[in-house]
């Protein structure tokens, strides 16, 4: 038995992307931890577009509230235990001048990241801290496909982290936005990938994770970015990439993908 914590940006992000995985693990007896990155609750006033999130969550009175009971549920439901972080998600954070980092309907994307530049250290020290007191064996966080900036700045602090302590770090595929296969925003130097792994998920696990999944309710309206209901999408995702892994085996299993790393400079 060992322990396995997972850095995920938002409360939701390492159920989607990974949850059958930590499934799994939590099943096989490792302790899991699902450490939430961006989980701080904000204050009024809010910005335009973090007013917009709101209304399509219909959560407008204490949205935070409503996500953080969620979480704390769906990550039961894989077996894990949730912990939430106190940084606020972007569409509640400024920019240098005092305005608000996210406009509405405008880009999360990294053009943003030059706003922030203690943020990401900031971070590192917090998952540093929970390393230093859980000792785990292996650290998994997102790759940041797709490039949303608080999924960069989630990244980044866990390969400073993990470097620093001289853990194991692995990388998962971001979903759902994976599936459109959008680039990887740079990595931070010091760390390369190994080839991609398909790590094949059993049924079980598999059903915890879409229990957990839909236990997001107010995010799944967002979520939903393919033809199909979010939950169809995921699934047929992992088939895919369990054919990919498997060598063509005529068992179609279920797969995350995630990429191995390895520290070429410690900091
Ligand atoms: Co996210």
Redesign the pocket.
């Known amino acids: 038995m060992r322990t396995i914590i997972a850095i995920s940006?938002?409360l939701?992000?390492a159920v989607l992307s990974y949850g059958g995985r930590l499934a799994q693990l939590a099943s096989a007896g490792n302790q899991v931890i699902v450490y939430t990155v961006f989980a701080g609750t904000p204050e009024p006033p809010y910005s335009a577009a973090a007013e917009e999130f709101h209304s399509s969550w219909q959560t407008p009175d204490e949205p935070l509230r409503t996500r953080l009971k969620e979480d704390r549920a769906a990550v039961r439901r894989i077996g894990a235990m949730p912990v939430h972080g106190p940084f606020l998600d972007a569409i509640y954070r400024r920019d240098k001048q005092g305005a608000w980092l996210i406009k509405p309907g405008g880009d999360t994307d990294c053009g943003l990241f030059d706003e922030e530049p203690e943020l990401t250290g900031q971070i590192a020290g917090a998952v540093e801290q929970l390393i230093i007191r859980h000792d785990p064996g292996l650290v998994v966080t997102c790759s940041a496909t797709g490039a949303?900036i608080?999924?960069v700045r989630a990244r980044d602090a866990a390969v400073l982290a993990a470097a620093r302590a001289g853990v194991q770090l692995k990388l998962w595929e971001?979903l759902p936005y994976g599936q459109a296969s959008p680039g990887m925003h740079p990595l931070p130097d010091g760390i390369s990938l190994c080839p991609p792994e398909a790590e094949p998920v059993d049924a079980l696990s598999w059903q915890k994770k879409l229990h957990a999944v839909s236990g997001y309710a107010s995010q799944l309206d967002m979520l939903q970015c393919g033809a199909g209901h979010i939950l169809d999408d995921l699934t047929s995702h992992a088939v895919r990439r369990g054919r990919g892994g498997s060598g063509g085996g005529n068992s179609p299993g279920y797969a995350e993908l995630a990429w191995p790393t390895v520290f070429s400079e410690l900091r």
């Open positions: 940006p938002h939701d992000d949303h608080d999924h971001d």
